[in-house]
T-cell receptor
């Protein structure tokens, strides 16, 4: 019955390091979205999963960003060779229906990533 | 390309006042429009979701309207309370053919309700 859970809540990494961010969606939710939110801005879409299938990755900024959801539940967003511009809050959302057309998106509290 | 704009960027009102937040979008072809609330350091909480075929949705002191043809939505908050202080974001879900599975967000309106 819990909501969307993201870990870690805060992550500090040195430039050039790889990081992995985890999202546990609400149980039974088909859709999973990743967003990037800069300070004072609305979230920007990164990628979308329907169950285990990644149907849209058009928002990923570069090939350093990679996301997976191998069993259709937990998802991981990985960023390789981090750069300072990757510093942001990364939000995960899940929805009961395909594409979040008829059902709202439910968000986690995000991971705040700081690259030094 | 769909763009979502929210006006005003920030708003400060005394407790008890009724207020309206505005959201406009450039492409009227949408599946739905959703209003969210975001508290500092937190994720987004869904407030209201309006399907493209609907005109409005109500929940408690909140009422959201949608005018697709003019590309506008408003969020009306009645009898505002200090606990309503937060950032309010609207987001549109374009049809898959045009926007994939993207949800496009506005930058939000930061609301402060003074006690």
């Amino acid at each position: 019955g819990a909501g969307v859970s993201q870990s870690p809540r805060y992550k500090v990494a040195k430039r050039g390091q790889d990081v992995a961010l985890r999202c546990d969606p609400i149980s039974g939710h088909v859709s999973l979205f990743w967003y990037q939110q800069a300070l004072g801005q609305g979230p920007e879409f990164l990628t979308y999963f329907q169950n285990e299938a990644q149907l849209d990755k058009s928002g990923l900024p570069s090939d350093r960003f990679f996301a997976e959801r191998p069993e259709g539940s937990v998802s991981t967003l990985k960023i390789q060779r981090t750069q300072q511009e990757d510093s942001a809050v990364y939000l995960c959302a899940s929805s009961l229906d395909q594409g979040a057309i008829n059902q709202p998106q439910h968000f986690g509290d995000g991971t705040r990533l700081s690259i030094l | 390309k769909q763009e979502v704009t929210q006006i005003p960027a920030a708003l400060s009102v005394p407790e008890g006042e009724n207020l309206v937040l505005n959201c406009s979008f450039t492409d009227s072809a949408i599946y739905n429009l959703q209003w969210f609330r975001q508290d500092p350091g937190k994720g987004l909480t869904s407030l209201l979701l309006i399907q493209s075929s609907q005109r409005e949705q109500t929940s408690g002191r909140l009422n959201a309207s949608l005018d697709k043809s003019s590309g506008r939505s408003t969020l009306y908050i009645a009898a505002s309370q200090p606990g309503d202080s937060a950032t309010y974001l609207c987001a549109v879900r374009p049809p898959r053919g045009t926007g994939g599975f993207k949800t496009i967000f506005g930058a939000g309106t930061r609301l402060f309700v003074k006690a």
